[in-house]
Each structure stands twice: as structure tokens, then as C-alpha cells.
């Protein structure tokens, strides 16, 4: 076939054309980054932040209580008022999470979940200060409405006005945790999203793998996916959580403490009444001191000892500011 | 025809980039992978899966096939009473779902199957009672799982091979079945009905009766009963101690711990006694090492209390943390005497 001059710059100019659109198409596609850290960068535009929930009460403020008592509500009160009264941690208009553990479908009494009197006496001291929204949440891998119905926190979160958030689908984001293990995971993220201050309020028990679920263990319950994994490391995991998040305020619920067979429990036989709170903003002061309330050294407790080599927090709770207090 | 198929690999290539490949935003599974991970303990990430949720929260009854013959929950409820929910089901792959940060300790006696079903009181909905019915695949995993729960001093009832109360809740081991009965409280009347809840459920579940092991070989003298205790590993919180039967015994005033474990082979068995005997000049005193054609016997001052070990063929026993060495070294030869009798 026979083609004429026109004809060949025509079809020249057509093939340039489209070599130079490719070109420029592929310049403009470019990245000068590898595939690994391309993924990296844009999965962290989709990942959230934790951001701090503590407050600043200036030096010299009482860090952590520990209160003796029968009655939660009075324990609570007197506790918090030691720290310099409950407007010191929630102003008018805060809204509240409260992050109990529901983790199983066990009665209260049977010492495995958070007290729901406790949880109670947590809600209703941020209504006295004001707040405008109490949230009540955690993410039970097993049934949570089961979970809050049994442990009686659905009931008591229902008594004074919180509101339960249950770990729905879409509940979730990924988060950066930042942590030694955990660097950034799916969390039930959507209740810290709406609070502006965060109070955990954790039950002090005996655990199988870590000898001890206290306020830093807590928040494992606020974890997604298939995070059993991550008992291979537990210790390293539970200090990541204390570099996960800075709570408000952290309690400790030793009302009742289940002093073996944790973290399930079910045997009241191995639940111990020792009529306590412990109420602190360093988690890690609170924890060491909560394991004493189960017979133990501190010293011993691995997980507070690599949070604290980390800077998020002290073991050494006596050197505090901390307060003894009888209450009711 | 070439301009449009490079068009078409572009468009492709550009889509395939959009898509998030989870794996590579895994935690830093180095720092976890000390234990390999196995079918029990898959290492993934579910992060692609954030609103998983809805993964995490099986609907009543819609959980993996029952291990155990089905049927076995139904119908428990006693008058008055009625199941909250469907009969959940449980395998070893999930079983961290029902009981998460205790499932390790089953699936190390090598648990098949996790059957689940909650009664509530139709008058009352804060009084209610938990059935988990685990099959533990054998009578000795079991009843193993069943021996280090229990708690010391509570009162033993008859139910199963064995079994006990702690208030309202029941627990015992049948066949290859451990059975907890959970009351929701105290009081006489739910103690009532979570007894007969566990009689009911007893009485479906098939045993053949035959003796397990360790109970046969152990001496049966001056033993404490319900002191048997059987450990598939860290007895005595030794990591080499594997598969091991423990009793108590009284002597006199005292009480003297008494270990037997049948190994695989005598090889296994003379690597757990050098095992042992490493332990002993590590943390003590090797007082005397008595070899004969029969069996090897060594003594040990663990710092103010004494442990004697004796290998026997394939069987690893003694007495641990005994005040007095003659004591320890008459009851672990007492020991090895019955042995040659029942072995």
C-alpha cells in the first residue's frame, strides 16, 4: 500500500502524539517512592490519631488515691475529692467516655468485669460536673450485647443516663498506636472519636498469661480484629497501650478482686471483697499498686516495668503525691 | 489496536494501585514470632477488616459446627426457666472469642470443642446460669483442665467422675467432657437449679469408666483426695516437666508433693532426668545420685527443703519441696516399689 506525504506526517504526528501522552501520563503517575512505603504513606491518610484525654492540674496535684469504703458512690467521691474535685478532670459540656471491662458474659459478683456500682459511681460524678454526654463502651469479641446484659453495666449505664456504645460494624478505623508491637491496628475508635475526656474504669484480677488485667490491660478491649495474637508478647502489647492512649483518669475497681482462675473466673470462691478503688492519672502507679492488692510483688510485673522504662509512667507509686482515704 | 491495549494495561495498573494490600500493614509480627504460629494460633491481620465486627460477634448459634454430638444442651432449662440464647459452638480456632486470654490453657490439654448455652430465670432476668460444656478429646486432657482450675477446699459433689461446688456453679469432668455450670449468684434456691441443671446435662454425657493413668499408678496411701493434678507441661513450674501426674500426701504433720510422668520412651525419659538434675545443681545441692540395674535415683537440698527424682524405664517420679530427706527418699522409694508392681 502506497502512502502519500500528507498521509505519512498525518499518521507521524498521531504516533507522537501518543507516545508523548503516554510519557507525560507516566511522569504524572510516577512515584519515586518503593511499593511498601507508597502503601504506607496512603493508608496513613486513612489512619487516625489518638488524641490526649489528660488534663493539666499543674504541679504538686494529688496523682492517685486509694480509697477504702463500702459503698462505691461515697468511694468515688471522696476519692476524686482528694484529687482536687471532680471539675479538676470534667467541665460542662465534656463529653464523657467511660471505658469499663465487659470483656465476658459473667455475673458481676464473679469479679471478671467491672463492678457495674463502680461504673455508677464513675457516670455519676460526671454528671455532677456537668457533663453533656456520658458514653459507656467496649468491644467483647463474644456477643457484647450478652456481655453488657449479664455483667450488669447495660442496666447501670441505664440508671444514670449513659449511653452504651456497642461495637457495631463500621465502628472501626485504623488507628497509629505507635507501640513496640502494635504500630497501628483496627480499634473500636468511633466512642474515643466523640469523647473529650476518657476515664477507664477496670476491674483488678488474676490473668492466665499476664498474671494480672488491670487499668493498662483495659484497653485491649478496645482493639479489633483478631487480637488474641497478640498474647505471644502480651507484656510488650499492654505497655503499648499505655503509649496508646492518655486517659482522663484511670480507676481501678478492687471492690471485689478475683484473686485466680482470671481472667474468666467463675468461681466466687476465688473472688475476694477488698473494698477498693484505686483512682490515678498514671497508670502505671495505679496498676503497681493494684497488684498488691492481689498478693504480689510489683517487682515482678513485667508490663509496668517496660512502660515505665518507656517514660509512661512510674512503678514507684509511694515516691507520688498520693492520698489513703476512708470513705463510707 | 497496540495505543489502546497500552491505554488499557495503564488504566489496570493505575486501579490495582489503588487497592490496599493489608499485608503489608501487619504489626511487627518479628516481635511476636518467638512461638511459630500454628493452625491454633494463625498470625494475620484483620486490618483490612476494621468494621470486622460484625465477624466478631457470631449470631447465637451461628457459630462453628459442635465437636461434641449435638443435642447435648438442648433442652436443660428446668421449669421456670427458659435459654436466653441459641447453643453457641466453639472451636480451637475460636474458642479465644468465648473466653479470650484463658483459651491458651485449653488448647495446651489439646481441647476440641467448646459448647455453650445460657438458662435465664423467666421471672427474675438478673438470675441466670451458664452451661460450657468443653470436649477435651480425651478423659485425661479433661480431666487435667478440670484438676488445675479447681480451687483447694471447696465441697466435692458427686457428679461425674469428679466433681465440686463454689457456691451456685458446679464443675466436673465425665468422659472426655469438663462441664462448668455457672450460677449468677448465691443463695439456695439457684444452687437448686444449677445442681440439677449439671445432673440433667451428667447423665447425657458417655464415659467408658476406665481408670486414668496416673490415678492407678500413684501410690493410693496417706494420698489427700482431690489432690490429683495432671499437668501437660510446666508441672511444678518446670518447663521440662511434661504430662505429669501430681498428688498430695500426708505424712505426719506434713505434706509431701509427688510427681509421675510417663514419657514417651526411656531415651525421653533419661533426657527429662538430666533435665531435672540440671535444675537441681542450678538451684541446689545434689546430696546423692544412686544408680542400680532397675532405676536411678538423686537427691537434692533445694535450700531448706528436698527433692528426690527417680527414673524408672519410662516413667519420671519423686517427691518435691520435702523438709526431711529421709522422709523424701522413703516416699519416692515407696513410690518406686508400686511402680514395679502396677508397671
Redesign the interface.
Known sequence: MRMDRREFLKRAAGAGL?IAG?AL??AW?YDPRGG?E???S??NKKTASLKSYRVDRGKGAVEMTVVRGKDPEKMMRAGIQAMGGIGSFVQKGDVVLIKPNV?????P??GATTSPDVLKAVALLCKKAGARKIIVAD?P????E?CF??S?IQQAAADVGAEVML????????VKIGG?????????HRPLEHATKVIGVAPCKD???CSA?MTMKNWYGLL??????????IH?VIADFAQMIRPTLVVLDATRVLM?????G?????VQEADTLVIGTDMVAVDAFGYTLLGRDPEKLEYIHKAEARGLGSTKWKEQNWREVLAG | ML?LL?AGI?VAI?AK?QI??PS??R??LT??S??APTEA???????D??????A???A?GVGTQPASPPGLLDNLAPTGWKP??NV?HFTADTL??????????YLDYKFVGLTCV?LVNAQD??Q?I?VYLYDMGQPAQAFGVFSV?R?E??PAVTLGREGYR????Y?FWKGRYYV?V?????GAAIEQIGLNVARTLEKRLKDDGKPLWGFKALPEKDRIPGSIQYFVKDAMSLDFMKETYIALYRKGDAKVTAFLSKQPSGETAAKTLASYEGHMKKYGKVAEKRETDAYTLISADMGGAFDVVFRKGNLIGGVSMVEDLSMAEKAALDMLAGLRDKD
Do not use: C
Open positions: 501518543a503516554s501520563g507516566a503517575l511498601a507508597y502503601f504506607r496512603e493508608e470483656a465476658f458474659d459473667r455475673a459478683a464473679l468491644n469479641i463474644n456477643q457484647p450478652g446484659f449479664k450488669g461495637p457495631k460494624p463500621g465502628a472501626f478505623s485504623l513496640e508491637i502494635l504500630k497501628t491496628w483496627s480499634m473500636f490473668h492466665n498469661l488485667s479489633g480484629g483478631r487480637r488474641n495474637q497478640f498474647h505471644q508478647q510488650t485466680q482462675n482470671g481472667p474468666t467463675g468461681r466466687l470462691s476465688d | 495505543l497500552m495503564g493505575y494501585g490496599y494490600d503489608l500493614y504489626p511487627e516481635a511476636l518467638k512461638q494460633h494463625p498470625v494475620e491481620s484483620r486490618t477488616q476494621p468494621a470486622s465486627a460484625g466478631q460477634m457470631p447465637p436466653l440464647e453457641t479465644y472469642e468465648k473466653i479470650d486470654g484463658r483459651a491458651e490453657e445460657s432476668s438478673k441466670f451458664d482450675e480451687t477446699g471447696l463454689a457456691e451456685a456453679s464443675f462448668q455457672l450460677g449468677s449468684g448465691k
